[in-house]
């Protein structure tokens, strides 16, 4: 279920809060790019962002930001899932991995902690988007009778 979220390359606004909007231009496969819209609240409002990996058997995906109006130059991330039992119940590990050129003005320490923050949110969000997209799985059958 975490997967199916993850890989929607063309909809980040699925799980990520700070995502208003996203249009991608062509199929999605590598190479893909999207247009993505930032909501208000972060200093930046638009990201263009190319699809570098997408494995459906190894829950991979790993995109790049190629341009935009932040400042996270030279940006890409690497996110993998991996199925764990947690508090003894199947769920997902998700791990997410990030380089990204340190801005004029800034200390490496400033961008990590932003980096850090923005995934951290975004991870936070995507659990609580498959718990919800779980739980409504397991009462759907109740509802149904």
């Known amino acids: ?7 929607r390359f063309d909809q980040p606004q ?12 062509g199929n999605l496969e590598i190479g893909s790019l999207r247009e993505v819209d930032v909501k208000s609240g972060l200093p ?15 829950h991979i995906l790993s995109i ?8 996270l130059r030279n940006y890409s991330s690497i ?4 199925p764990e039992i947690i508090d003894g119940r199947p769920g997902t590990l998700v791990i997410e991995s990030f380089v990204v050129d340190i801005p004029d003005g800034n200390t490496k320490d400033e961008t990590c ?7 951290k949110c975004n991870l936070k969000s995507l659990a609580d988007v498959s ?13 149904r009778m």
Not at 44 to 58: F, G, I, K, P, V
């Open 1 to 7: 279920m975490v997967w199916s979220l993850v890989r």
């Open 64 to 71: 790049r930001i190629i341009g935009g109006d932040h400042r």
């Open 131 to 143: 718990e919800g997209l779980a739980v409504q799985d397991r009462t759907e059958p109740i509802d």
């Open 14 to 25: 699925k799980y990520k809060p700070f995502v208003s909007r996203c249009v991608v231009r």
């Open 113 to 119: 902690y932003f980096v850090e923050a923005l995934i």
């Open 44 to 58: 930046a409002t638009t990201s263009t962002e190319r699809l570098e990996l997408l494995d459906d058997n190894e």
């Open 79 to 82: 996110m993998s899932l991996h």
